[in-house]
């Protein structure tokens, strides 16, 4: 059997405003096939996942947020990486804006419950941990952190 690639550790960000909506966006990049997904990236050197979630959501959506909580942890075991859930209350009137075009071509809020799809693969997990903690979801350990 090969070895799986190293992992890589990411953020997923929940944006949800007082109404229960969350940001999601049409994700475009090339090479994979358009899906939605909720703001995020790689952590960098040195970087704490809230920290990481923080600076992704402003560099993708253009929200400047004070701060987030970290929610989940969810490993991928159908391949590689380990996505860190953080919750981030949308600051009062703020709407996510297309910053990188050539990444994400449209943001939208949703129901947390009725997102649009296809989702891509790390935000379906983060959703589900965050949704549903404690149950299992195929190709995924999921831990929810507690509240």
Not at 31 to 51: D, I, K, N, R
Not at 125 to 133: D, G, K, N
């Amino acid at each position: 059997m090969e070895p799986l690639p190293r992992p890589v550790s990411g953020v997923g960000v929940v944006l949800q405003r007082d109404d229960g909506r969350v940001a999601i966006g049409h994700r475009v990049t090339a090479g994979e096939t358009p899906s939605w997904s909720f703001p995020g990236g790689h952590l960098e050197g040195g970087e704490a996942p809230v920290g990481t979630a923080l600076r992704e959501l402003a560099e993708e959506t253009g929200v400047v947020a004070p701060a987030g909580t970290l929610v989940a942890v969810c490993v991928r075991t159908a391949g590689s990486g380990v996505t860190f859930a953080v919750h981030v209350p949308a600051p009062d009137g703020v709407a996510p804006v297309v910053t990188e075009p050539h990444a994400v071509d449209a943001w939208t809020w949703a129901d947390p419950d009725d997102l649009p799809g296809p989702l891509f693969a790390h935000t379906a997990a983060v959703r589900h941990a965050w949704r549903s903690p404690g149950v299992p979801l195929a190709g995924w350990d999921l831990h929810t952190i507690a509240r």
